[in-house]
């Protein structure tokens, strides 16, 4: 049933990286989110695992390895945090998973403007999701939009195009 | 067995992983309704397991880099000078650091001793600071929560290091937070400013009583503060000790702004620790019974940490709810 190289749409290229490069990324992001962290409150403009799983999704164009990867990344981000019960983030990155694939199967991905506006919109579309999901199952307050995710949003648009630049040479070549 | 179509495989499988992590939600939420005690979920161990060693490994690697760096630095800076004399600026440089090292952690064992002296009632537990007779233990800050929008970090020592939780977490400039998670050679830390967090406080000059609460910025409020109470910008804000987490008197904060609001003020705080550049910090046992049994109790003449020249009433505010121990 899992196929990471099944692909609906023939026409995309689908992107193959060397093994363990999908879980190694994923794991220094979330090392790399606590780390920043610990260096100062700016580092919360940016969610560094939320562009793994958008970038990776995007990628490899496949909706079933998509949201197993958003689900593993945010279920790993609510374990490490305090206040959140497990499958807060973990829906809301299976969700971001899933649509970043199934975008990345239509549309261009590889150009720096599709990639920022796609960050841009997917990263609303997970604080959406994640203020939602807080409102309805949790009953605790949370803003689904004000000037400082407006400005995170673009921060994170922002880097992620350069990240998104480095995550590309660890593709596997043609 | 159901016959899924490959076109609509994916979607089923969203809706399958998404359904059962909002079962898994709502099954958390139900669970902490009943008021029972929250065990640490496993899946946490599980990450924690993953995702420490690596923090551990990296604030490793991060202080060596720096050590070889700030080296590299020092050798360059030293380039222009007079040669006949870079031999002996050398090893006078040298020699300065070794001072300069040996004084800073001189004047960081004084800050620790003091802090002891002033408070002997508090029963504390722990491991290796300042001596045998001493008891905290000292902890290394090796990373934070990885969701932004949870104030907590880990540290270096667990249960191994008789660290439990609702233990107090402290630097010598001011409390820091409370353990919430201890793993077998980790414990997590929620912060002062964690919006989930509360600590009973007062102002050291008035000696009204409040709540410092969090809300996920970097400055908590101080909040059951009624109007009719004068509060001064640059105030200084104390522990009450009634959270039987933090012994009184140790120092929270100051007064950064104070407004008037419905029903009570609304007080802006800043933290006395650094919370966003945390690297050591202490863990005290604060045996929360016998703190509250002692202040109870009529308080010796020459207490200086139980605050002998004003006691106060604990005000039966029923919104004020700080840090309630867990058993």
Known sequence: ?174 | MVDISSRHRPLFLLTTVVFAQVLLLAFQVRHSDRGGQRDVPLVRYWAAALITPIERAGTWTLSKIGGVWTGYVAVRSTRDENVRLRAENDRLKLQNRELETQAAEAQRLVGLANFRQAHPESPMVGAQVIGSSAAMAAAQVIGASADPSSHTMFINRGERDHIRRNMAVITPDGIVGKIVEVFPSTAQVLLIDDKESGVGALFADSRTHGVVKGTGDPEPRMDYVVNDDKVQVGEAIITSGEDRIFPKGLPVGTVVDAKAASPFQVIRVQPAARLDRLEDVLILLTMQEVNFRKAEEPAPANSPATGTSNPQPVPSSPAAKPMVPQP
């Open chain 1, 1 to 174: 049933m899992f196929n990471p190289g099944m692909q609906s749409d023939t026409n995309v290229e689908v992107h193959k990286y060397y093994g363990g490069t999908i879980i190694g990324a994923a794991i220094l992001a979330l090392v790399l989110q606590a780390f920043l962290h610990k260096f100062g409150h700016w580092s919360e403009m940016i969610e560094l695992p939320l562009l793994v799983t958008i970038y990776f999704g995007v990628s490899r164009r496949n909706p079933v390895s998509g949201l197993l990867l958003g689900a593993a990344i945010g279920i790993l981000q609510d374990a490490l945090s305090h206040d959140n019960p497990i499958g807060l983030y973990g829906i809301a990155k299976t969700l971001v998973g899933y649509l970043a694939s199934s975008v990345g199967a239509k549309i261009d991905t590889e150009h720096p403007i599709s990639r920022f506006g796609l960050v841009f919109v997917l990263f609303h579309f997970h604080q959406a999701v994640l203020a939602i999901t807080e409102r309805a199952l949790l009953g605790r307050p949370a803003p689904i939009f004000n000037l400082h995710l407006f400005l995170s949003s673009l921060v994170s648009a922002g880097f992620a195009v350069l990240l998104f630049a480095l995550l590309d040479r660890l593709r596997k070549p043609h």
